[in-house]
């Protein structure tokens, strides 16, 4: 199975939402099938095949989401961080203030879903292949 150690330096390649296709593609290779990340503190639950987990540990303080999401907010601020004009910190914080509580990714699907604080869909998007 994968570790944290091979996620994070694939990870580590990452410096906008532009190299978010190829940071996919990377982790599938490492036998990474699904993970849900936590807009709260940054950690990251990472799913393999037999019911194998493991979690990284918060990447920052504690962030407080927004209770009521901002769906149109949120879509200008994916695009703005899919065309490499914000990093990740950013991404994050914006998500918060539109009310992202978390997203999935579901490597098989190739898909990409964010969740308000009461677990509705936000929004679904196809990850570039």
Same mark, same amino acid.
């Given at each position: 199975?994968?570790?944290?150690?091979?996620?994070?330096?694939?990870?580590?390649?990452? *410096?906008?939402?532009? @190299?978010?296709?190829?940071?996919?593609?990377?982790?599938?290779?490492?036998?990474?099938?699904?993970?849900?990340?936590?807009?709260? +503190?940054?950690?990251?639950?990472?799913?393999?095949?037999?019911?194998?987990?493991?979690?990284?540990?918060?990447?920052?303080?504690?962030?407080?989401?927004?209770?009521?999401?901002?769906?149109?907010?949120?879509?200008? @601020?994916?695009?703005?961080?899919?065309?490499? *004009?914000? @990093?990740?910190?950013?991404?994050?914080? +914006?998500?918060?203030?539109?009310?992202?509580?978390?997203?999935?990714?579901?490597?098989?699907?190739?898909?990409?879903?964010?969740? @308000?604080?009461?677990?509705?869909?936000?929004?679904?998007?196809?990850?570039?292949?």
């Amino acid at each position: 199975m994968f570790t944290l150690e091979q996620i994070k330096s694939a990870h580590g390649k990452v *410096r906008s939402g532009a @190299d978010f296709p190829a940071y996919i593609q990377e982790i599938k290779k490492l036998g990474v099938t699904n993970y849900e990340s936590f807009v709260s +503190d940054g950690h990251i639950d990472y799913y393999g095949e037999d019911d194998f987990k493991t979690t990284s540990p918060a990447k920052y303080d504690e962030m407080e989401i927004a209770d009521d999401p901002d769906i149109e907010q949120f879509k200008s @601020d994916i695009k703005a961080h899919q065309e490499g *004009r914000t @990093d990740f910190p950013v991404f994050c914080k +914006d998500c918060a203030n539109s009310g992202v509580e978390k997203w999935t990714v579901n490597i098989n699907e190739m898909t990409c879903t964010y969740y @308000d604080k009461t677990g509705n869909v936000i929004l679904t998007e196809e990850i570039p292949g």
